[in-house]
């Protein structure tokens, strides 16, 4: 698939917005976070403007943007439609929270309470955006269990590593620490989902191939006498977009060092060894890293996957 910049901003920014969103609720309801307000005011705009700015981001791939709000009175048939009403919905108990935490200075009790299950619907939202691709069953390399667990799996993880470069900011390095344990879990945890998916992606079984698309195999193996278009159409360009093998190879290291590894050590090294303004450049440097190796897994999301229709386009196998 053509990896379209306003959904990778979409997907990357959304679900690190919607992962702080969780961390910042739970954090609150164990009472790991001060109610004060400005760092509330600070923590809770970085995690709403990044969900705003990707829902906005999501617009510009549509062809008439303006009519974007229709999708949402599809909600019985279509995913798409599913995350733009969760969308909607998780805003109601954050801004609540918010509302407590930025204007009355509480943070903890009921309004807590209900900053968590907003935080818990800010993940049935990651999981509705991640089901959009998932449910596709025309791209296997989506239609699976790993793009659901990967999509959660991310959101935490680029929520928790946010998380600790704010509480750091605002000198709660006791928390910071505790987070930071969590956030190397989490990098862990998704270096592992990552490779798993990529390994799945590659495993050379075919789903699809020309002779079962055509309905050709029982006549032995298909393949294209002459191209369908004299030129490239919307079909070739959008849905059958290719990335070479060892340019694939490359970007899936250049993810895997600046999302997974270098914040890790980063991360070790802040907790361990570093204090004042140099763990937090540290962090900080963690957090930047983590984000950048983050868009460049996402890209790969998009540009690996191939829709069966380009079988009728030459390809023999998806």
């Not at 991360?267 to 540290?282: D, R």
């Not at 962090?283 to 829709?307: D, K, M, N, Q, V």
């Not at 380009?310 to 998806?318: A, C, F, I, R, S």
Request: aromatic share 14%; net charge positive; glycine share 10%.
């Amino acid at each position: 698939m053509h990896p379209a910049k306003s959904v990778i901003y979409f997907t990357t920014a959304t679900g690190a917005g919607y992962g702080l969103f969780f961390w910042l609720a739970l954090l609150s309801y164990l009472g790991h976070l001060p109610a004060g307000q400005m760092m509330g005011f600070v923590m809770l705009a970085v995690a709403f403007g990044l969900v705003v700015s990707g829902l906005i981001s999501s617009t510009g791939h549509l062809g008439h943007p303006e009519r974007a709000w229709r999708a949402m009175s599809q909600w019985r048939s279509s995913w798409l439609s599913r995350e733009g009403v969760m969308a909607i919905l998780t805003f109601i108990p954050m801004s609540i929270f918010g509302i407590y935490w930025v204007f009355f200075g509480q943070n903890t009790g009921m309004p807590a309470l209900i900053g968590v299950v907003g935080g818990v619907m800010a993940l049935v939202t990651v999981f509705t955006t991640s089901m959009i691709y998932a449910s596709l069953k025309t791209i296997p390399a989506w239609h699976n269990i790993w793009t659901k667990i990967g999509y959660i799996v991310m959101a935490l993880m680029s929520g928790a590593v946010l998380a600790v470069a704010l509480t750091a900011s605002f000198g709660q390095n006791n928390v910071a620490l505790h987070l930071a344990f969590a956030a190397m879990i989490l990098l862990t945890l998704g270096l592992l989902v990552k490779i798993i998916y990529w390994r799945h992606i590659h495993s050379g079984n075919a789903v699809s191939t020309a002779q079962s698309a055509t309905g050709l195999g029982q006549f032995g193996k298909v393949s294209l006498a002459a191209s369908p278009h004299s030129a490239d159409n919307y079909l070739l360009k959008e849905m059958g977009f290719k990335i070479a093998r060892k340019h694939a190879t490359k970007l899936r290291w250049v993810a895997t060092i600046f999302g997974f590894i270098v914040p890790f050590i980063f991360f070790g090294m802040a907790m361990q060894y570093f204090e004042n303004s140099v763990k937090l450049l540290t962090i900080l440097l963690a957090t930047a890293s983590c984000l950048l190796g983050l868009i460049f897994e996402r890209w790969l999301f998009f540009a690996e996957a191939r829709h069966v229709v380009t079988l009728y386009y030459g390809e023999t196998k998806v």
